[in-house]
Each structure stands twice: as C-alpha cells, then as structure tokens.
C-alpha cells in the first residue's frame, strides 16, 4: 500500500468509527472492531514513514520531533464538532 492511499483509508476508517461510536456507542462491538482495524492502518502508515522509500534521513531530534507531531496531529485531530453533538 503507497503512503496516499493508506492516509485515505485511514481517513475513511476514522469516519466510520466516529460514525459508530456516536450511534451504536463507545463499548460496541462494531466500534472496538472498527477502532481495531483503524489501529493496523496507523502501524502499516508509520512503517511506510520509517520506510527509506518514502522518508527522508532525519538530521537530528528536531526534525524527528516536527515530523512526529505533524504526522500525530494530522492522522488524529477529530473536528471539534463532533465533540458537542
């Protein structure tokens, strides 16, 4: 999986699991199966990242850093509005 098409099924499944977590509720089934699926897609995306393919070699801790809290903000920020339906 290229790293465009994995941040779109990421993108994708982050909707579903907020669509189910808001209508069936947090303990489902379905969204602990979803938030798990969800969570092989983040793995399979950081490892594309670390892959020499796709990133480029960090000259030190900051740019590790920036990149790091870039991708984590990217990947997990939930638009406020959902938080006060």
């Given at each position: 999986m290229r790293l465009e098409q994995c941040e779109a099924a990421i993108k994708v499944k982050k909707n579903e699991m907020i669509n189910l977590g808001m209508t069936k509720g947090l303990q489902?089934?379905?969204?602990?199966?979803?938030?798990?699926e969800l969570d092989k897609?983040?793995?399979d995306?950081?490892?594309l990242l670390l892959d020499d393919k796709y990133s480029k070699p960090l000259n030190n801790d900051i740019d590790f850093f920036f990149?790091?809290?870039k991708q984590v903000?990217?990947?997990l920020s939930?638009?406020?509005r959902y938080f006060f339906i």
């Open positions: 489902n089934e379905e969204t602990i199966h979803c938030s798990q897609l983040l793995n995306y950081n490892r990149i790091f809290k903000h990217k990947i939930i638009p406020f």
